[in-house]
């Protein structure tokens, strides 16, 4: 049985660029955000999330949809669904350098065209995020392929 995470993400959209997050000593990056914590909301947890990696209060938006996602760590197996928001903040602006306020995290805008190039993941999210995520429809998308075996 895989190790399940329910996350939480924020996209964080400036100028056509948006805020991507790496960890240390991992090739690919990722959405802000993180998992969410017994009897917490998703919105909620987004709030919390960014406080806690940015130092910063954030507006919490609309719902633009979710994508799971299945890999191995250390040869166990691991399933994750990440709900995705828009996500507000005066302080997180192209015009700033976001500041970690955990060590082992570092935090970065990249140009949607470009999103290929830092390995965004789960992997689905850069076409997504390139399009504009502007569609009033949640969308949905995953890496699993439809034949393979439940999570």
């Known amino acids: 049985?895989?190790?399940?995470?329910?996350?939480?993400?924020?996209?964080?959209?400036?100028?056509?660029?948006?805020?991507?997050?790496?960890a240390d000593g991992h090739p690919h990056t990722f959405l802000p955000?993180?998992?969410?914590?017994p009897g917490e909301g998703l919105e909620a947890c987004l709030r919390r999330e960014l406080h806690e990696e940015l130092g910063v209060r954030a507006?919490?938006?609309?719902?633009?949809?979710?994508?799971?996602?299945?890999?191995?760590?250390?040869?166990?197996?691991?399933?994750?669904i990440n709900h995705c928001y828009v996500a507000?903040?005066?302080?997180?602006t192209i015009g700033t350098s976001p500041q970690a306020q955990e060590e082992y995290l570092s935090f970065g805008w990249v140009a949607v065209d470009r999103l290929a190039a830092v390995s965004l993941q789960p992997a689905p999210l850069r076409a997504l995020l390139a399009d504009?995520?502007?569609?009033?429809?949640?969308?949905?998308?995953?890496?699993?392929?439809?034949?393979?075996e439940s999570p």
């Open 59 to 80: 507006e919490v938006g609309r719902y633009l949809g979710a994508v799971e996602h299945r890999w191995r760590h250390e040869g166990e197996r691991q399933y994750e």
């Open 1 to 22: 049985m895989p190790t399940v995470h329910l996350l939480s993400r924020a996209v964080v959209r400036d100028a056509n660029h948006v805020l991507v997050v790496r």
């Open 88 to 92: 507000t903040s005066p302080a997180l």
């Open 132 to 148: 504009g995520a502007e569609t009033t429809v949640p969308w949905w998308a995953s890496t699993l392929r439809s034949d393979e």
């Open 33 to 37: 955000g993180g998992h969410r914590e």
